[in-house]
């Protein structure tokens, strides 16, 4: 196997176009991932498998460059203050165990359907679990952008703060008091869509938002650490086995420490349900995606006809529309930004004509 | 004056040394790609290489990232992200309180 994966990796051409494409899908996905805590790196994968880079490979090479870009997110988002430590191992301990179950769900799938239905699998784990939860994050956002005031702790998350389950746990940063064992079905979600879609944030953080009564900043920041935890221990996992092509990693990671940055640093500079809005915009738009890719694999287990040329059409718009919404998502947090740069500016000058005016009275 | 101040601040010297750092360190794996494939990819124990290999990256590549984004004036916000309630201003300007000479006799 081992041998394999060194042939295999061998013999992946990179050219200047490519060394491109992973340095700015880097970047863009470091941008998202410092902002909204993950949801960054989806792209890559199969943006790789694109450019020839066999699957594995793609997967160990995606994986080795997300823990440390977490890690550099959430050292970032920790010196301002906005990471619950507790709150991230808490939920990475228990992620892991949702990791694992969702492996064992993966290979039971793919030994009784093959791997149609392991792609059917996890493409309907993708349009459920992010129409739903995306689509109640994006309203929510809406309602906050619309109505304005403070983000509100959900009814859910008070009701099971005030249930008084031992072992009571106090996360000071995120300035919640719960049972320790309503962390632990949202970490096990987290870990089980990891596992299925790659992508655990998607569940972590409005887990954390809305079940746990963590604020969007404090619950984006903390995902960082969970996305650590649980990279390193599948980076070493994927390494031992000799499949992770370091140059790719290097490449991809270029980028994505300077997105990553900049996305923390944008944190400081919005309001909290931008990030909100965000992730319920790309989570919605990755749906739309992965949906389209639905018809060719019931195509392959048999269940409808599709013809050929259109499985190939709708698995390219797929692609398509998944790198829109990576670049969707980036363009609402730049152009966030950018605004509360252009009004922080504008008092700034209300100042220097202030303080022109008293020095030509004195 | 103050924008001035601002810009004598910018870490252009940290930036420009970890930014030869970086370029350093990918033009020597770069360089030698044949070599540091073939060890990287043996797996077992050296799987420590690729992991070592990426620690050491982001610690080198995210502080040039880091200092680059400073110099750049892409800084942490210095109104506040989130409302707060808010304070009153006060209207007049009072006078700091000066030190006087009393004798306690």
Redesign the interface.
Same mark, same amino acid.
């Given at each position: 196997m /081992?041998e394999a *994966? /060194?042939e295999a @990796?061998?013999f992946i051409d990179l050219n200047l176009l490519s060394v491109l494409f992973l340095f700015v899908v880097g970047f863009i996905g470091g941008l998202v991932s410092g902002f909204i805590g993950s949801g960054g790196a989806f792209v890559l994968t199969p943006g790789m498998m694109s450019l020839g880079v066999p699957g594995a490979v793609a997967v160990a090479s995606n994986m080795?460059?997300k823990?440390? %870009?977490a890690? @550099?997110g959430a050292? %970032?988002r920790f010196k301002?203050g906005q990471v619950d430590l507790k709150l991230g191992i808490t939920m990475a301990a228990t992620a892991a165990i949702g990791v694992q179950v969702g492996i064992r769900i993966q290979q039971w799938i793919l030994s009784v359907w093959g791997e149609a239905g392991s792609d059917l699998y996890v493409s309907l784990a993708f349009v459920v679990v992010l129409v739903s939860v995306g689509g109640y994050v994006f309203r929510d956002a809406r309602r906050l952008a619309k109505y304005g005031g403070?983000e509100k702790t959900s009814s859910l998350a008070k009701r099971l703060q005030s249930i008084e389950l031992p072992p009571m746990i106090h996360f000071k940063t995120a300035n919640v008091r719960i049972s320790f064992w309503f962390t632990v079905p949202v970490g096990f979600a987290t870990g089980m869509l990891a596992a299925t879609i790659a992508v655990g944030g998607f569940i972590g953080v409005p887990g954390m938002i809305y079940a746990i009564g963590a604020s969007s900043?404090v619950a984006s920041a903390t995902e960082l650490v969970i996305a650590f935890v649980m990279g390193?221990a599948g $980076?070493?996992n994927w *390494? =031992?086995?000799?499949? @992770?092509? =370091?140059?790719l990693?290097?490449i991809i &990671? *270029?980028g994505s420490? &300077?997105g990553v /940055? &900049?996305g923390a =640093?944008g944190?400081?500079? @919005?309001? /909290?349900h931008v990030i909100k809005a965000v992730m319920g915009t790309i989570m919605l738009i990755v749906a739309m995606s992965r949906a389209m890719a639905v018809p060719k694999y019931l195509g392959k287990l048999g269940l409808v006809e599709v013809p050929a040329d259109l499985g190939d059409l709708l698995s390219k718009l797929s692609f398509a529309t998944m790198c829109a919404g990576l670049g969707v998502g980036a363009a609402m947090i730049l152009g966030a930004m950018w605004k $509360?740069r252009v009004k922080?500016a504008q008092p700034t000058e209300a100042k220097e004509v202030l303080e022109k005016s008293y020095e030509a009275a004195r | 004056m103050a924008r001035q101040q601002e810009e004598a601040g910018r870490p252009v010297g940290k930036m420009v040394l970890f930014g030869a750092i970086t370029a350093g360190l990918y033009g020597a794996v770069f360089a030698h790609s044949d070599w540091v494939m073939e060890h990287f990819t043996r797996g077992a124990w050296y799987a420590a290489l690729p992991v070592a290999t990426v620690f050491l990256f982001s610690f080198v590549h995210g502080a040039f990232a880091s200092h680059l984004w400073s110099v750049l004036g892409v800084g942490v916000s210095r109104k506040p992200a989130q409302p707060s309630p808010r304070k009153t201003r006060r209207l007049v300007r009072r006078r700091r309180p000066q030190p006087q000479l009393r004798l306690n006799a």
């Open positions: /081992q *994966a /060194q @990796v061998r080795c460059h823990f440390p %870009k890690m @550099v050292y %970032k301002y403070d900043l390193f $980076s070493v *390494a =031992i086995h000799g499949m @992770v092509d =370091i140059r990693t290097l &990671l *270029a420490l &300077l /940055q &900049l =640093i944190t400081t500079m @919005v309001r /909290q $509360s922080e | -």
